[in-house]
């Protein structure tokens, strides 16, 4: 981790101490020669820091008189409401992104401490005890339908909060999502670069309903334009009892239809694939190139490991804090769409590029 600067550092101290109620609406704060002696600064860190507090609306500055608690802030942080809650719809156990990581690196020297709850227990009527005990809340939604009364409760409510991989339109709330598009960009350009003609997009629920599905759909389809490829085929799953029947289907129908590469919605379903791959005794990737999307951990750890789209959890984790925190801090919080890039990793399940 690295080192905080001096001016952070007194001013995390400071706001701490407006959070936890140690100075009230309208008290003076130290100075800057008062804050220049306490942590042994030049004035002008101390003024920096000060600068920042004011900006993030936390105080307000008289000329020739010092620096003041905001009102809005102090009525903002009553009750002394410090947990953010991360609302996580996947089992730990499933390897996925390590948003926490974020998470945790972006309230370090703050007073705000995380809890984390899945999607399981998360009803209408534990929403309005989750309104009355949290900070605010990062939420990652499984998909648009089950999730969009909670949201819309939660903004109703005024709720800080910011949406974690998925775009909700009407909702004004900031999202963090990877560059899905120029992922299933990447994935696609890459297969078709290997010297594939028929390649496949794979997915295990409705293209329309899922944002970030849609995008990677969306990328598959810009990359077969600049070649100058038509032969395009989605694979949408529109109802099989389990994943299995639904693999089944589609290496029946890429088989039938001479189809050399799959581009996977995620990892899950493109591992999925390789294992049912395998089992038919088809060669991965001289029969069948495959690519996924996440980068999650078993994706390393397979037999023959997976090429894949990595996304930044981490850095996703650490924007997402970082911007709720500014929601719970700020008397007019800014929306926004923050895109985070994803990087392309080669391994085995694909071939080498033509030269």
Request: glycine residues 6%.
């Amino acid at each position: 981790m690295k080192k905080q600067p001096l001016y952070q550092v007194i001013l995390n101290d400071i706001k701490n101490d407006i959070l936890t109620g140690k100075y009230e609406t309208d008290e003076q704060i130290p100075t800057e020669l008062e804050l220049a002696e306490r942590y042994h600064v030049s004035r002008i860190t101390s003024k920096r820091a000060l600068a920042e507090l004011e900006n993030q609306g936390f105080i307000y500055r008289l000329r020739g008189k010092g620096s003041f608690v905001k009102e809005a802030v102090a009525r903002k942080v009553s009750g002394n409401k410090t947990d953010i809650l991360f609302i996580m719809p996947f089992p730990k156990d499933i390897g996925f992104g390590n948003y926490t990581q974020g998470i945790f690196q972006a309230i370090e020297g703050t007073p705000y401490r995380l809890v984390v709850q899945s999607h399981e227990s998360l009803t209408q009527e534990s929403l309005a005890e989750i309104i009355e005990h949290y900070a605010g809340i990062i939420f990652y939604p499984i998909n648009r339908g089950a999730d969009l009364e909670m949201l819309y409760s939660l903004y109703l409510n005024q709720m800080p909060t910011v949406i974690l991989d998925k775009e909700y339109e009407g909702i004004e709330f900031t999202t963090v999502v990877s560059d899905n598009q120029q992922g299933g960009f990447e994935a696609t350009n890459f297969l078709l670069r290997t010297g594939l003609k028929k390649v496949a997009f794979v997915s295990s629920q409705p293209i329309m309903e899922i944002s970030t599905v849609r995008e990677r759909y969306l990328g598959y389809l810009k990359a077969l334009h600049l070649q100058k490829n038509t032969s395009k085929t989605l694979f949408e799953d529109s109802g099989h009892e389990t994943m299995g029947n639904f693999v089944d289907d589609v290496l029946d129908q890429s088989l039938n239809e001479g189809i050399e590469g799959l581009v996977a919605e995620n990892d899950l379903v493109a591992i999925a694939l390789i294992n049912q791959i395998k089992q038919r005794g088809i060669a991965i990737p001289e029969e069948l190139s495959i690519v996924g999307f996440d980068n999650i951990q078993a994706s390393e750890l397979l037999e023959p490991k997976l090429t894949t789209v990595g996304q930044n959890f981490t850095e996703m984790g650490l924007l997402a804090c970082q911007k709720l925190i500014e929601q719970i801090e700020s008397p007019l919080p800014l929306c926004e769409t923050i895109v985070v890039d994803v990087d392309f990793i080669e391994r085995e399940t694909t071939k080498k590029i033509k030269r």
